[in-house]
Structures are given as structure tokens and as C-alpha cells.
């Protein structure tokens, strides 16, 4: 298994609450229906405020491959972008592998 962990970071003036409710709203079910393994969504409180942190479990780097073609060419995640996007100032990820004795696997 690998966990990739998704951070974006929002433009001012807007703040988690509007990036939530658009995601709920329009992203959040297209995106569960293809990606499959949600794990996690946050929001900072402390430290760099105004980031989104998602965390998705994959069976495999060529299953997340797969995942995220399938996601990027679904239509109505291309719209979903095109209002999200306006909200993000930057992105950034990371692919984690679990240690042996971590709960998440």
C-alpha cells in the first residue's frame, strides 16, 4: 500500500470553508466514486494556515496511476476544477509508505 498525501495551500481571501463547501458540493462524490480510499481530510489550525491536507490509500503506485487518469478525464471532475482551481494559491504532494507496524495499511 502507498498513502498519498495531497496539501493545498488556498489564496486569500478565501479560507477552508469555502473550499469545503464547493469540494462537498461538487468534488467530494466523483472523487470517492474513482479514487476509492479516502483516509483523511483536514484543515490546518496551527502552523501554515489555510491548507487543505487529503490523505488517499493505494493498493499500489499503478493503481494510483490508473485512479488518477481515470479522475483527471471524468467531465465532471474537469468542472469541478475549473471552480476549485480559482480558490488555490499552491499544491504539493507526497507518496508515503507505511512502516510495518503503522495502522494505516
Known amino acids: 500500500m502507498i498513502v498519498e498525501e495531497r496539501s493545498y495551500t488556498l489564496r486569500m481571501p478565501y479560507g477552508p470553508q469555502d473550499y469545503l463547501a464547493l469540494y462537498e458540493a461538487e468534488g467530494l462524490e466523483v472523487q470517492r ?26 493498493d499500489s503506485f499503478e493503481d494510483r496511476m490508473t485512479r488518477r487518469a481515470a479522475l483527471g478525464a471524468d467531465p465532471a471532475w474537469q468542472r ?12 504539493s504532494n507526497r507518496l508515503l509508505i507505511p512502516a510495518s507496524f503503522s495502522p494505516i495499511r
Open 80 to 91: 469541478y476544477l475549473a471552480r476549485i482551481r480559482p480558490l488555490i494559491e499552491s499544491m
Open 33 to 58: 466514486a474513482i479514487l476509492g480510499r479516502m483516509l483523511g481530510y483536514f484543515h490546518t489550525e496551527v502552523g501554515p494556515l489555510n491548507t487543505m491536507v487529503h490523505l488517499w490509500g493505494y
